[in-house]
């Protein structure tokens, strides 16, 4: 085995077997990648990185690090209503690394993309591979495709709205506290299901796709519930109030929430969770409701859209009917 | 001025004014970003990534690095044959830097990013913006269109084929010796030139489009011109034997060059110069002459697409008829 990998070596070993079913990925050996769009449809276009230490513990497993990657990245089309298409992915790797250690990282992580990308039916069609004296950075760009005039956004918004968000919030958040080793009294196999919560989002693309013309907006919850919530406020230029009761738990959550209530705050303010909050008018309910017995995932309604916004932020969340204080670092700053 | 700004106020503050030309972009204010492609064209995508102490300079002036970051990935394009429509920008900012200096990086970076669209006529259409404790990180997608079934590639290459090249090679590795302190001897105005030719690469977007159905394949001098006239050969499944003594050189690069003849291979060798190499039908010369008078960029006949790779690699370099040693560190090696 080679000590030092050379970069073409690493495209034709390890990436271009991803691209092989794409044909407009050309191999990965031209200057860009070509991406045909049926007639009717318009692109939708997203970009995100992710950074060891920052993103994700430095000594997390390499397939896990391929499934958040993708998953955070598809999160952003199913927000919009999209169909994935394909990726690009750019790697900035840590030249302290050996030529071992680099060949054994890739062989795991291009295997988890391999695992995640056909769970999607997309493939690689493009990127860049660089050193940097720095942490392992991860950049991904989704393509996808929505019928045009029809993608989900997050203004719309209209007083009267109700607010649903699917499956549960705070798993993430939870998950994290447990990655750091706190939480020793939940039983493992609620440890274990927050950890995967944490390490897998689960994009919820199918959701996304139905809600067109269903929603009156739409974010995913990847800065914590209220923030995102307060951008779909802050977009569609309403506010809304948050019945923090309602608010659906998993079982795992319930049971770290029930053994100290002074979580629920994080629960409801943590991001990560890649679920889909979204508004729409009272009419729309029964549809919701079929909606969430075909995908068979759950969608709560736990809030609504009211007046303009007031001296307390956009977002007024109550527990049953009495003010409920929620953190939202993720909103207001840089990291 | 907040001491520590939030990553919604660098979103409105110094990005948002990016994406004003494209409504798109929806403001930066949505999840993903929506591009419509005109009937009968392909869009082309491209992403590279450059990082702080190894693409360039850590002290290297803001602007400087929009220029680089946008003419990189443009040149990709332009090696496509495709019109650029809109790109995405991923921000890793040094955890460490103070309020103040992100502040002031963020104002001269994209004072510099409005300069560079403006003169490609695209916008800023999504991102991230994301802390390391490493070092500066930018990656950016370009989008861009082409024609259906008419996109430059690097396969196509046959036997017989001139190998030509625009503008002049070698200035910014000779650029990168004058930037670390070497060349003493040359002329102030030839060093600033060879600098200038380092720091701000000008994609031969104009060049690649009126390629499209001249050449038969292009690629863009990015890692050097062998080692990137040897993708093409690869991806053609030929060789080439490119005369030394023809390649274009800047009247910098000559004096250079005329100073220290050890400096040619250096010359032929390094990268970063973002021309276009391209080969085609010797019948297709007239044509070819014509596109350089049109867009008064100088087209060199350099070479010529032989048989088969030979023991020596797919490219084979003369000076006047005899064996020429050039350096292809670019090809072999991920840095």
Chains 1, 2 share one sequence.
Not at 171 to 194: E, N
Not at 317 to 326: K, N, S
């Amino acid at each position: 085995l080679p000590t030092r990998l050379g970069e073409f070596d690493i495209i034709s070993r390890f990436f271009a077997p991803l691209a092989a079913g794409e044909a407009g990925a050309l191999g990965l050996l031209d200057d860009a990648a070509l991406v045909d769009l049926p007639p009717g449809k318009t692109m939708v276009v997203t970009t995100d990185a992710i950074v060891a230490g920052i993103h994700f513990p430095v000594e997390v497993e390499p397939k896990l690090i391929a499934g958040k990657l993708i998953g955070v990245n598809l999160s952003d089309l199913a927000a919009m209503g999209a169909q994935p298409l394909a990726y690009l992915l750019v790697l900035a790797l840590p030249s302290a690394w050996s030529g071992c250690e680099l060949e054994n990282w890739l062989e795991v992580f291009t295997a988890g993309l391999a695992e995640h990308q056909a769970g999607h039916g997309i493939s690689l069609i493009g990127g860049d591979t660089v050193a940097t004296p720095g942490p392992l950075t991860l950049t991904m760009t989704a393509l996808g495709s929505v019928e045009r005039g029809r993608a989900l956004r997050r203004q719309g918004a209209e007083v009267g709205d109700l607010v649903f968000v699917s499956g549960t919030i705070g798993d993430a958040a939870l998950g994290l506290r447990v990655a750091k080793g706190k939480l020793p009294h939940l039983a493992a196999d609620h440890r274990s299901a927050l950890l995967d919560r944490l390490s897998t989002p689960r994009p919820r693309l199918g959701l996304g796709r139905r809600l067109c013309g269903v929603a009156t907006a739409v974010a995913d919850v990847s800065d914590g519930l209220i923030a995102d919530l307060g951008r779909i406020c802050a977009a569609s230029g309403v506010s809304a109030v948050i019945d923090a009761e309602r608010v659906p738990l998993s079982p795992a959550a319930a049971a770290a929430i029930g053994n100290d209530p002074a979580l629920l705050p994080l629960a409801l303010g943590g991001g990560d969770d890649y679920e889909l909050i979204f508004t729409s008018p009272a009419a729309a309910a029964p549809r919701i409701c079929v909606i969430a017995g075909e995908l068979d995932l759950p969608l709560a309604m736990i809030g609504r859209i009211v007046g303009v916004s007031g001296a307390d932020g956009p977002v007024r969340v109550l527990y049953h009917g009495a003010p409920f204080a929620v953190p939202i670092a993720g909103w207001q700053h840089f990291r």
